[in-house]
């Protein structure tokens, strides 16, 4: 089968195309024929060796994908030939609390990823999907969709009426943007292009703000707020967004800490988060019951991923690149 490698040294020109033998289902495994997959920035970040420079190479990239079954194993019970799945990121991780044994089991890194023709899995670490969904808009959801869901609905406990702020147009914040409106939010987005700005609100997106021509984002969210500040904010930009974030957010507030893109380490005012009483949450994608559960929702208000681009398997390395430009708006995917 065709496979694309991180081989003996990180960086996008050692992401090249091999051959691999095909998998075999062993007891409790389930073959899957791949069709699509999609990006995530933490993707880029693996490859570029940003995320974790001791990852053992080589390492076949992507979480995020889905696939046919085509064969199972002895003892197989939750899936049959013929189903249509995507594989939960954390694999381990089935439902409950989060735990150091449950989330070691990540695809994409320390486990091969999902850019192979063909992936062997166990079926626990699976997940069945909406039917009224492309194959390319089913493989956008185990990562960014579930990182959305888990911040808002489990861990934030959204609330119809709140104001939830979030940061750009990539895929955890144009899925969280869905999910808000689904629940009755007022929704505030920030992006450095008015075009960007005006295709969120065509989504449903309340407010927009350009954090290039309006630098003090956070006073302008408070402004809109009537001066009391936001409710939650998914904060995705990291070290050069944090201290707007802590501005921007009520007293009682939910700050989700999701990512990274500006960098890991900042100073922070502890006094903003003692005396505001606010609650900051790390988020690492979720549980397969958190994947089942947003599914049932999604497919019972019939939600459509947005999908930026979609790639031909061959030039995955551009899809790469394009996630590097930072030119997209949602999701970005690679089709076999």
Same mark, same amino acid.
């Given at each position: 089968?065709?496979?694309?490698?991180?081989?003996?040294?990180? *960086?996008?020109?050692?992401?090249?195309?091999?051959?691999?033998? %095909? !998998?075999?289902?062993? !007891?409790?495994?389930?073959?899957?024929?791949?069709?699509?997959?999609?990006?995530?920035?933490?993707?880029?970040?693996?490859?570029?060796?940003?995320?974790?420079?001791?990852?053992?190479?080589?390492?076949? !990239?992507?979480?995020?994908?889905?696939?046919?079954?085509?064969?199972? *194993?002895?003892?197989?019970a939750r899936v049959k030939v013929g189903d249509r799945v995507a594989a939960?990121?954390?694999?381990?991780?089935?439902?409950?609390?989060?735990?150091r044994s449950k989330l070691g089991a990540s695809l994409g890194g320390p486990?091969?990823?999902?850019?192979?023709?063909?992936?062997?899995?166990?079926?626990?670490?699976?997940?069945?999907?909406?039917?009224?969904?492309?194959?390319?808009?089913?493989?956008?959801?185990?990562?960014?969709?579930?990182?959305?869901?888990?911040?808002?609905?489990?861990?934030?406990?959204?609330?119809?009426?709140?104001?939830?702020?979030?940061?750009?147009?990539?895929?955890?914040?144009?899925?969280?943007?869905?999910?808000?409106?689904?629940? *009755?939010?007022?929704?505030?987005?920030?992006?450095?292009?008015?075009?960007?700005?005006?295709?969120?609100?065509?989504?449903?997106?309340?407010?927009?703000?350009?954090?290039?021509?309006?630098?003090?984002? %956070?006073?302008?969210?408070?402004?809109?707020?009537?001066?009391?500040?936001?409710?939650?904010?998914?904060?995705? =930009?990291?070290?050069?967004?944090?201290?707007?974030?802590?501005?921007?957010?009520?007293?009682?507030?939910?700050?989700?800490?999701? =990512?990274?893109?500006?960098?890991n380490a900042t100073e922070v005012n502890l006094v903003l988060i003692l005396?505001?009483?606010?609650?900051?949450?790390?988020?690492?994608?979720?549980?397969?019951?958190?994947?089942?559960?947003?599914?049932?929702?999604?497919?019972?208000?019939?939600?459509? !991923?947005?999908? %930026?681009?979609?790639?031909?398997?061959?030039?995955?390395?551009?899809?790469?690149?394009?996630?590097?430009?930072?030119?997209?708006?949602?999701?970005?995917?690679?089709?076999?």
């Amino acid at each position: 089968m065709k496979a694309f490698e991180i081989q003996n040294k990180f *960086g996008l020109e050692s992401l090249t195309q091999v051959e691999r033998l %095909d !998998p075999t289902a062993a !007891p409790l495994h389930v073959v899957i024929k791949m069709k699509a997959v999609s990006l995530n920035y933490r993707d880029l970040l693996t490859v570029e060796g940003r995320y974790n420079p001791r990852l053992p190479l080589p390492l076949v !990239p992507l979480s995020d994908g889905v696939g046919e079954v085509v064969s199972v *194993g002895e003892g197989v019970a939750r899936v049959k030939v013929g189903d249509r799945v995507a594989a939960n990121f954390s694999q381990k991780w089935l439902g409950g609390e989060p735990a150091r044994s449950k989330l070691g089991a990540s695809l994409g890194g320390p486990l091969d990823g999902m850019l192979s023709e063909f992936r062997a899995l166990h079926e626990d670490g699976l997940v069945h999907l909406p039917s009224h969904l492309t194959d390319e808009e089913a493989a956008t959801l185990p990562c960014a969709a579930v990182t959305a869901w888990n911040s808002l609905i489990n861990l934030g406990g959204l609330r119809a009426g709140e104001t939830v702020l979030l940061q750009g147009t990539g895929g955890v914040s144009i899925f969280a943007l869905q999910f808000a409106k689904l629940s *009755g939010a007022r929704v505030i987005i920030t992006s450095s292009s008015d075009e960007k700005l005006e295709r969120a609100k065509a989504l449903g997106a309340d407010l927009g703000i350009n954090y290039s021509t309006t630098p003090d984002w %956070d006073k302008q969210a408070k402004l809109l707020t009537g001066g009391t500040g936001v409710d939650h904010v998914i904060e995705v =930009g990291g070290a050069g967004t944090f201290a707007n974030s802590l501005r921007a957010i009520k007293i009682g507030g939910h700050i989700a800490l999701i =990512g990274n893109l500006s960098g890991n380490a900042t100073e922070v005012n502890l006094v903003l988060i003692l005396m505001q009483n606010l609650r900051i949450q790390g988020v690492l994608v979720g549980s397969r019951d958190t994947f089942e559960a947003m599914n049932r929702a999604i497919a019972l208000h019939q939600l459509r !991923p947005v999908i %930026d681009r979609v790639f031909p398997f061959d030039e995955a390395r551009h899809a790469f690149e394009y996630m590097a430009s930072g030119a997209h708006f949602g999701k970005i995917c690679i089709k076999f």
